[in-house]
């Protein structure tokens, strides 16, 4: 068999320097590996003016079956599903098993970890991470000065004798 090789169209160099210039200047914060199991829940990551907000699938969890931590410039979101009994009889087929999950997402260092909170909605963890006060945009008030007017300058020096 003869390996290929990708094809290096105008298109696919465009999306190389594109994703290069973007890592480079922005750095790789929020990418994170894909999910190395199926039991990982998925998340997804919004930002704004105000911060980032952070969200994860977790059904069926409740919030003592949740952990969120953050240290350094790491947030870690662990969950274990507990399992539940068999109510009086002998499972034919078991598909949801007590699983535990960890999930980790590195933090720009414009944030503000002190402000970080979490809430639990509809099997949704929503994960508010506010910016440091010095990193949000801010509008600058543009003011009018007055021009300050000056004597008119004489093109021919005068002689005062």
Do not use: H, W
Not at 84 to 105: D, I, K, M, S, W
């Amino acid at each position: 068999m003869i390996p290929t090789q990708r094809s290096s169209s105008p298109v696919n160099r465009l999306r190389s320097e594109m994703d290069e210039l973007f890592n480079g200047v922005f750095g790789n914060f929020f990418q994170q590996p894909t999910r190395t199991r199926s039991s990982d829940p998925a998340l997804d990551i919004f930002e704004n003016a105000d911060g980032y907000r952070v969200e994860v699938a977790v059904p069926g969890l409740s919030l003592d079956e949740l952990d969120v931590s953050v240290a350094e410039n790491t947030m870690t979101i662990r969950g274990e599903r507990q399992g539940e009994e068999t109510r009086g009889g002998t499972y034919l087929r078991r598909e949801r098993r007590r699983t535990g999950f960890q999930r980790a997402v590195m933090l720009p260092k414009t944030v503000n970890p002190d402000g970080i909170e979490a809430s639990l909605e509809n099997g949704i963890l929503t994960i508010c991470i506010p910016r440091a006060e010095a990193a949000k945009p801010r509008q600058i008030e543009v003011r009018v000065t007055q021009a300050v007017e000056s004597a008119p300058v004489s093109e021919t020096p005068t002689d005062e004798s």
